[in-house]
């Protein structure tokens, strides 16, 4: 049924995406899928990386335990961005077009006020994907 999945990250937030990566890995496991783990980070040093070189090495070790766990093929896709805030929908809604995702699988929290003013990233790119996008709370 899918061929590919995407599920964006944020390494920063590992905790929050367990629900959402065990249920990528399951449905690709059962249909023989490829995840493609994608982040949107940027050139400035954070808590997880000095570059954006060097999160896209940590994101790329993060899809290859995950796939030795579940036993499934799984690449990283790391985005560079000047402004990753700004920029993280858009460059996820490229993303989706250029691995040729037919599945988005994300990780997301729970609304709050905020929502009502901004969209979260999850309500998003359920908006405006053009491929099935499973948001997970």
Same mark, same amino acid.
């Given at each position: ?5 995407? !599920?964006?990250? @944020? ?18 496991? #059962? ?8 982040? !949107? ?8 990386? $000095? ?31 000047? #402004? ?5 929908? $858009?460059?996820?809604? @490229? ?6 995702? #037919? ?33 997970? $709370?």
């Amino acid at each position: 049924m899918f061929s590919k999945i995407m !599920v964006p990250v @944020d390494l920063a937030h590992r905790d929050a995406l367990v629900k959402a990566v065990d249920l990528a890995c399951s449905m690709a496991r #059962d249909h023989k899928a490829e995840i493609c783990f994608v982040s !949107v980070s940027g050139e400035l040093p954070s808590e997880i990386a $000095r570059s954006s070189a060097e999160y896209g090495e940590k994101l790329q070790e993060f899809a290859d335990r995950i796939a030795e766990e579940y036993g499934i093929s799984a690449k990283a896709l790391n985005l560079a961005s000047s #402004d990753p805030q700004a920029e993280v929908d $858009r460059k996820l809604l @490229d993303a989706i077009e250029d691995i040729g995702a #037919d599945l988005v699988v994300m990780a997301s929290h729970q609304p709050g006020l905020m929502e009502y003013i901004f969209s979260s990233h999850g309500g998003y790119i359920a908006a405006h994907a053009r491929v099935s996008v499973f948001v997970v $709370r």
